[in-house]
């Protein structure tokens, strides 16, 4: 491989590894603020009550006319 080639590669990877680095703190920084998430987001405890629900999950709920965020356990869930 010729210098010029390596340079062009080598910088190339410094963009792409810059970019998952940025990539990776956006999905920290939702993970830490999951009311930001625009994504839904639902926790439940181990007894499937409801724990958190972010504004994202709750759109999707009043947006399919339901109010029991347990649609979204899965059906082998113990109780």
Do not use: C, W
Not at 2 to 9: G, P, W
Not at 13 to 33: G, K, P, T, V
Not at 37 to 64: C, H, M, T, W
């Amino acid at each position: 491989m010729k210098a010029d080639e390596f340079s062009a590669t080598l910088e190339a990877l410094r963009q792409e590894n810059a970019f998952i680095s940025r990539q990776n703190e956006e999905l920290r920084r939702l993970a830490s603020f999951p009311q930001l998430n625009p994504n839904p987001v639902l926790e439940f405890d181990r007894q499937g009550q409801v724990i958190y629900i972010n504004p994202a999950a709750r759109k999707i709920l009043s947006q399919l006319g339901l109010t029991d965020a347990h649609l979204f356990l899965s059906d082998d869930f113990e109780k």
